[in-house]
């Protein structure tokens, strides 16, 4: 049985891979489907399940999401909040605690409790807007004159992100803490000064009042957010980092308070020598400021660890030139439609994707690729948004605009990579499940093993101790060891025209010990040129190439691209193709003028049953000893000449299979190309083991064969052939000049589309694995080593106890430094 559902409040894949996995969750639920585009939920269930089950499935699961029936329309009383700010309105957890589910508003995660960070994306947001100093009701999409007064109106200053508002609100708060901290710590120092000079002004008692009266701005207004997340992570039962602050710091501020009211209930071990019972407001007070202050660095260390995405964000110009009529017009780059033509004037940023139409330039491309030197750039060739125009200027025409433009697929993918979990993190994962209840047994450990052993005053000494290690221990080091490398690293990466799609392709790919490469565009630079049709036949090659030329114009394969541009360059009428079919790794063929013709190799003939003649084979066998990739032609079934096509090996090519060959990889390039071709190609870069005349079930069937022996595999390519082993593959790595087939195939995308970006990868993730495994060793060292000092193991041998005061200043700076550690990565040359 199948039903199909709405689904409301998904906003991204995240969302629906967690409404799926709710939904298949459920007793009597075969399986579910959801898909995001239609907002839609199929789900196959054993008997009929009423709808009230799924809807009390999504509602307790959080209620962002709702389920109805078709045809139902979704009413909301709640007003829908729109994003503010400068970013996309989507938040996440910088832990990833759920996966990759992200957030509509602001607050914090319901697992860990954390503050959400914002995703930064190309949005409407970021389009400026211009408003009238003298009527600021006035607010338009591009620069023009008020319509009231006449002025010309002014850029509107941009509002802040959601990540900088969160870290100014810590920062206010954070001094209102300290305004009133400091008070209370000196009132309490002073004790330890020989005849007190503040008693002479008031007693002790008195000035515990005072005290108490400080701590409650502290306590209620700037850290209360501690105790509230404390408070749902107990209600929910996710324990984490501020269940242990709230508790420990909690039961110091309620003991003191108590303390202060009923001083006669409590043994005389908790009370001085003129019998006031010892409070704890310094205590709790200094410990939540310490914890507001790591909060406070941990959001201004998260605003760097997204930069490499911000730094992409300021490539995007907030207006282009429109030509229209003959004369130009500025617009909003919102407004910019496919097909427009637009100017670029020198020194701008090019707006969107698409080619120019009229005039040349010089293109600096290496905020895209990496590539400091700019590219020539002439009619025909293509132009991407965010790139840099040079000294000239030109009219591009828009060929992909909003969401649909390299930069801003860079974006999304490296966002998307950012929040996925890398296979290292389950470790840590799995121990932070069980962290906090352990720490809590320790805690109570400790307290009752010093209230027994321990040295008078022995409660004191339990209490102290107990609170010290529930205020020590800090899983939030844990969690954030992997997420926050990765993040950096994937930004890094982008920046050098490496796309990662997830964080398991960066950590697979420091263990990849075999590459495959195809040959065609991934060695070569996949611009094919036709060097010379030949004719065996009484049939004129300009016929041929005729032939040959009108059979490839439904073609995408370079090599087709490169005949159909020479018979253009010959002057040659493309004419019409009937049942035009293009085998994969062998050829095409069709009928032209009502001869049947095909063009391909060897095998796509004797599919044929096409017999090849000694003339011919020895003069084909010729040009392949040369490097040069070579097709047959027939003509009704007659192989009656053939075509030579040279494509350049890429001046990177051999420097980087020699340097990946000295780093352990074994490099094997499978092609489609003959034997004869192959074997050139292969001595001459130094490639020991090549396949020749590979069919793209060949190439998978290769891979599978490596994987079965325990291989790591990473498989380089960029044609549609190349998909189904590009997805076979540990790692997928489509070169970016290639086609969006293999690029969405692949999990590691090069943009400029060189071997040397596979070799710039494996530094990277080196690098970032590298950094991740230092982030997690800081943070199991720190909680091995912490908890037990809290405790006190060293007091019996060095006298040593650490205060709560102390432990939470490690606490907080445990997570600043392992952000700080990755942070890095940013610097790292690759």
């Known amino acids: 049985m199948e039903h199909t559902y709405h689904i409301h409040g998904m906003t991204c894949n995240g969302c629906r891979n967690h409404v799926e996995e709710t939904l298949s969750k459920l007793e009597g639920v075969s399986k579910a489907t959801v898909n995001l585009e239609k907002a839609l939920a199929t789900i196959e269930m054993e008997s009929h399940i009423p709808i009230e089950k799924f809807q009390n ?74 408003t009238c100093p003298m009527h600021p009701e006035i607010v338009k999409d591009e620069p023009r004159s008020c319509p009231i007064c006449g002025m010309d109106l002014v850029p509107m200053e941009a509002d802040n992100s959601a990540e900088e508002k969160t870290y100014k609100k810590l920062l206010e708060k954070f001094w209102i803490a300290v305004v009133f901290t400091v008070p209370i710590f000196l009132i309490a120092m002073s004790e330890m000064l020989d005849n007190n000079p503040i008693y002479a002004v008031l007693e002790q008692k008195y000035w515990n009042w005072i005290q108490f009266a400080l701590s409650i701005p502290v306590v209620f207004y700037a850290t209360w957010m501690f105790f509230k997340r404390a408070w749902n992570s107990i209600k929910t039962m996710h324990l984490n980092m501020f ?26 071990d908790f009370k001085t020598a003129d019998g006031n019972v010892f409070v704890y407001f310094e ?28 730094e992409l964000l300021k490539l995007v110009p907030s207006t282009a030139t429109l030509v229209e009529d003959g004369e130009d017009k500025i617009i909003a780059i919102d407004k910019i439609k496919q097909g427009d033509l637009l100017r670029v004037k020198p020194g701008e940023k090019i707006p969107v994707d698409g080619s120019i139409v009229e005039g040349n330039s010089s293109i600096d491309e290496s905020m895209i690729t990496g590539e400091p030197i700019p590219i020539d750039k002439n009619v025909d060739d293509k132009v991407s948004s965010g790139t840099i125009n040079g000294t000239k200027s030109f009219v591009m025409k828009a060929e992909k ?32 499940k069980y962290f906090v209840p352990i720490v809590l047994i320790i805690s109570i450990i400790t307290f009752i093993v010093w209230a027994i052993f321990g040295p008078e005053p022995a409660y004191v000494f339990a209490f102290v101790n107990a609170i010290a290690v529930l205020i020590i221990a800090c899983p939030c080091a844990l969690g954030l060891a992997t997420p926050m490398s990765v993040m950096v ?31 065609t565009g991934t060695i ?52 019409k193709v009937n049942d035009f079919e293009a085998i994969a790794g062998k ?29 011919l084979n020895n003069k084909v066998v010729a040009e392949q000893e040369q490097g040069k990739t070579v097709s047959y032609i027939t003509v009704e079934n007659e192989a009656v000449g053939y075509v030579t096509i040279f494509d350049a090996i890429k001046k990177t090519s051999q420097k980087a299979i020699a340097e990946l060959q000295n780093n352990g990889v074994e490099v094997i390039m499978l092609t489609g190309d003959n034997k004869n071709t192959a074997k050139a190609v292969a001595e001459q870069l130094n490639i020991k083991n090549y396949k020749a005349e590979c069919l793209p079930e060949d190439k998978l ?9 325990g291989k790591i595999v990473a498989m380089a390519g960029d044609g549609i052939n190349d998909a189904p082993a590009l997805a076979q593959s540990d790692v997928g790595i489509a070169m970016g000049t290639g086609t969006d087939v293999a690029i969405e195939s692949a999990t590691i995308t090069l943009v400029k589309g060189d071997l040397q970006g596979i070799v710039n990868a494996k530094k990277l993730s080196h690098k970032v694995v590298k950094n991740i495994q230092q982030n997690l060793f800081f943070a199991f060292i720190y909680n091995v080593f912490g908890v037990p000092i809290a405790a006190g193991v060293l007091y019996p041998i060095f006298g040593l106890l650490l205060s709560p005061m102390i432990a939470a200043l490690a606490m907080s700076f445990s997570s600043v430094s392992v952000i700080t550690n990755a942070l890095r990565l940013r610097k790292i040359k690759i």
Request: with cysteine.
């Open 489 to 519: 690293g994937v930004g890094r990466g982008a920046q050098s025209g490496i796309l990662i799609k997830n964080a398991e392709a960066l950590e697979k790919m420091n263990k990849v010990d075999t590459l495959i490469v195809d040959k």
């Open 57 to 130: 499935a999504l509602k307790n699961d959080g209620g962002r999401y709702s389920i109805h029936n078709l045809g139902e329309h979704h009413h909301s009383n709640q007003k829908e909040e729109k994003p503010k700010g400068k970013g996309t309105g989507i938040f996440y957890c910088p832990m990833h605690c759920e996966g990759d589910k992200t957030y509509d508003k602001a607050a914090d995660c319901p697992v860990c409790g954390m503050d959400l960070v914002e995703e930064q994306n190309i949005t409407a947001t970021n389009v400026e807007q211009w």
């Open 524 to 575: 070569t630079e996949g611009k094919p040129s036709v060097e010379k049709v030949i004719s065996i036949h009484e049939i004129d090659k300009k016929v041929l190439l005729k032939y040959i030329a009108s059979l490839n114009q439904y073609s995408e394969h370079p090599l087709a691209e490169a005949i159909v541009n020479y018979g253009k360059s010959k002057a040659i009428s493309i004419t």
């Open 401 to 432: 605009v909003g969401s649909e433009t390299l930069l801003s697929k860079i974006i999304q993918m490296v966002n998307s990579a950012s929040r996925s979990k890398a296979p290292i993190q389950k470790l840590a994962d799995k121990i932070s």
């Open 283 to 310: 205590a709790t007070t200094v410990i939540l400021t310490l914890v507001l202050l790591g909060q406070l660095l941990e959001a201004k260390a998260h605003s760097q660890t997204s930069g490499a995405i911000k």
């Open 243 to 268: 269940t242990l602050i709230g508790i420990g710091s909690g039961i110091a501020w309620v003991f003191s308070v108590f303390a202060m009211l009923f001083p006669e209930v409590f043994p005389s």
């Open 587 to 615: 050829g095409v063929i069709g009928t032209v003028e009502n001869n049947k013709i095909t063009l391909g190799n060897a095998k796509l003939l004797d599919q044929f049953s096409i017999t090849i003649s000694k003339d």
């Open 701 to 709: 069937n290769e891979i599978k064969a490596l994987q079965k022996e």
